[in-house]
């Protein structure tokens, strides 16, 4: 089987995650599910980068020492990629011996060559970056991010990165599939035909980073370290046959702003140690995504403009989420991010387009033919074009899935489903449903519909893991979807007489305001999970990360009672919510909850709840809310249970 081995960068732990990482790592997540459904054997390495003074000051002004720093926010990493069920197969951290055992052995090849001085640096420096910068002026702006910058002067190793020019420019030519898009292979090149610098790999200005070796006063330039990940995290120093099967990566994905570390430094450190230590072969590809921008500016921690991918995944679903990152951003350029945008995509694309063809060729099967895939007849003209459409489909996708064109991908699986409903509103299956005499001919259209529909799901399900396989299981299809290899999807497949599951909505229609209010709101919460936002609405509560903790002072300041629901009525024009009166204790309060899809009014009258009653009054749909009832949000929708008491309570007791 042949293997395939991706990376993600690695991320810095001096921020928690956000969006935009959460982007990179959703594309590895659906390249790793695609090549696997090609036959491959994936090996997928993320993890986090956790020297340098970034971390070492962040680490600071937490009042914690750096390595319970890294640990807190590399564990935040790998829990959300788990919450968002973001597959890697390997995690490395830059603190681990095995990864410092790495470092160690690829430095020592380029020691042992040749490519290692001692040297002296005199001038400006970027803390933010760890660069150095060309401008002396006192306090001149780092050309990378704006900041100022500080005057340093230290000696440092330096690597000859001026040996490796030609070297390198040949690999551009020969290879010109090394770097991609195109577009920044040419800046790449033209970078290095102006003149490569020998580039300093120590740091004497702090502690935090693997240490030089034989020489305590240095410890390696974090750049240096953190790539060296993409070998450690498979084993190299460590487990030489895991490494040797594995490397080299077929495909390091990276954002637009660390191209040049991967693709001048990265090669030169690896052509570097080749000479005098074993022979590794170089990474086959690097490829540079554009960034998500708020209102065209890069959506970063440090500018404070970032979008939180949990709330989304808790809203609209974990799918929704990724559908959105690869189909808005044409890969490898910027794209603007708005929660009007994502919204709007979700209710067109997936709820009116997979969703619902979904359910209406689900649902006549099962009205039309007790739940089992009829037999077509001959087809006709209108047969022939939905399966050459679908046809077609599987090859263009594959193309361009390969190509890691994700939009454009989408693009076509959902020029099927448009082929599809086109060809349903034609015909009428429910018209022909009404007369006996057309039962062959009803047969051959859900036939084609639904035959269409297993091509889709297929096709999309690197992009929508969860949901496509329920739509395949409700087509009968017990196999695990994720095993089955693409390269023979083809039309025709479907057999008659297959029973189907019971048709179940993917992708509901959601309220546009509503739902952006309640991703706004958990985005809040999540920010400031010491003080929750002034949502009267019961919301799904994103839990806190257990990172952020509070003291006992600062949870006395939500003050939550017994409460006894008096009456309760339906929101008009908002499916979600219900207006309940609530007595606790010494008044009855009016409050809005976000329940009304799982309670009915009348059910609710008499219960006891647990309310916060300290919070602002805010209004919902225009209806004031004065308090919030407590309920649990549960996994994967947040849809709310209410939380109760087992033991008989007097209304307006405290909660403590
Ligand atoms: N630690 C380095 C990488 C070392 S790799 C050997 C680093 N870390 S980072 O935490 O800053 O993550 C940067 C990566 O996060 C980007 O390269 C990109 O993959 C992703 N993104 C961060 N912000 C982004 C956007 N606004 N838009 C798209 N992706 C972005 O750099």
Sequence with gaps: MPKFYLTTPIYYVNARPHLGHTYT????????????????????????????????????AAGVNPQTYADRISREYSELWKELDLAYDRFIRTTEDRHERGVHRLLQHALDAGYIYKGHYEGQYCVFDEL?????????????????????????????????????????????????????????????????????????????????PGDDKHVLYVWYDALTSYMSGIGYGDDEVQFEKYWPADLHLIGKEILRFHAVYWPAFVMAATEKGEPLELPKQIFAHGWWTFAGEKMSKSRGNIALPQPIAQVLGIDALRYFLLREMV????????????????NSDLANGLGNLASRVLT??????????????????????????????????????????????????WGVIAEVDKYLVENKPW???????????????????????????????????????????????????????????????????????????????????????????????????????????????AAAPASHKIGIEDFAKVEMRVGEVKTAE????????????VDIGDEVRQIVAGIAEVYKPEELVGRKVAVVVNLLPRKLRGVESNGMIVAASVPPDGKPVLAGFLEEVPVGARLK
């Design 25 to 60: 790592t959703v594309i590895a997540d659906t390249i790793a599910r695609y090549k696997r459904m090609r036959g491959y054997e994936v090996v997928f390495l993320t993890g986090t980068d956790e020297h340098g003074q970034k971390v070492e000051r962040a680490a600071k």
């Design 132 to 212: 150095y910068v060309d401008d002396p002026t006192p306090g001149a702006p780092c050309p990378d991010c704006g900041r100022p910058t500080e005057r340093i002067r230290e000696e440092n190793y330096y690597f000859k990165l001026s040996a490796f020019q030609e070297r390198l420019l040949e690999l551009y030519e020969t290879h010109p599939e090394f770097i991609q898009p195109e577009t920044r292979r040419n800046e790449v090149m033209a970078f290095v035909r102006g003149g490569l610098r020998d580039l300093s790999i120590s740091r004497t200005t702090l502690k935090w980073g693997v240490p030089w």
């Design 331 to 346: 890969f490898g350029q910027d794209s603007n991010f708005s929660y009007e945008s994502l919204v709007t995509r979700y």
């Design 364 to 413: 006549m099967i099962q009205n039309y033919f007790e739940g089992e895939i009829p037999e077509p007849s001959a087809g006709g003209e209108r047969e022939v074009a939905v399966a050459r459409a679908a046809s077609g489909a599987i090859a263009a996708a594959l193309e361009q899935y390969e190509r890691y064109e994700f939009s454009r991908a989408l693009e076509t699986i």
């Design 431 to 541: 018209k022909l449903a009404e007369d006996g005499e057309q039962r062959a001919r009803l047969g051959t259209i859900l036939y084609t519909a639904a035959e269409a529909l297993r091509i889709v799901t297929a096709l999309a399900h690197p992009v929508l893991p969860h949901t496509t396989q329920q739509i395949w299981q409700q087509l009968g299809q017990f196999r695990a979807l994720a095993s089955l290899a693409l390269d023979d999807l083809s039309w025709g497949g479907l057999a008659a007489g297959t029973r189907i599951g019971e048709p179940q909505a993917v992708f509901p229609r959601v309220k546009k305001e509503e739902a952006i209010e309640r991703i706004e709101t958990m985005e809040e919460q999540i920010r400031n999970p010491a003080q929750p936002a002034a949502s009267a609405a019961a919301t799904p509560a």
């Design 570 to 581: 339906r929101v008009a024009g908002a499916d979600k919510l219900l207006k309940l009166m």
